[in-house]
Nanobody, 115 residues
Framework: QVRLVESGGGLVQAGGSLRLSCAAS????????MGWYRQAPGKQRELVAIYINGGSTNYPNSVKGRFTLSRDAKNTVSLQMNSLKPEDTAVYYCYYGTTRGNEYWGQGTQVTVSS
């Protein structure tokens, strides 16, 4: 049973920082990608940052230069979020994909940025 354990999140003022962490356990197949998505109320889930096996990390323009994804261990990633804006407010979900095509999601952690 694959389990993604998320930590971090919370309430912060605009311009502040938060750090999210995600650890995957029970994984049998090799990683293909691991990272974070977010979903704001009334909006679709969108990519925040993702590590692609092989070494590349991708960010959308909305967070590039402010967010940094790091791979701390084989199945653990952290997302450092700086210069947070109210529009970053969302539920953040950890994502884990395997080379066999399996996809797993965390339960989500709330990030709220006040103006």
């Amino acid at each position: 049973q694959v389990r993604l354990v998320e930590s971090g999140g919370g309430l912060v003022q605009a311009g502040g920082s938060l750090r999210l962490s995600c650890a995957a356990s029970g994984v049998i197949f090799s990683i293909s990608a691991m990272g974070w998505y977010r979903q704001a109320p009334g909006k679709q889930r969108e990519l925040v940052a993702i590590y692609i096996n092989g070494g590349s990390t991708n960010y959308p323009n909305s967070v590039k230069g402010r967010f940094t994804l790091s791979r701390d261990a084989k199945n653990t990633v952290s997302l450092q979020m700086n210069s947070l804006k109210p529009e970053d407010t969302a539920v953040y979900y950890c994502y884990y994909g395997t080379t066999r095509g399996n996809e797993y999601w965390g339960q989500g952690t709330q990030v709220t940025v006040s103006s």
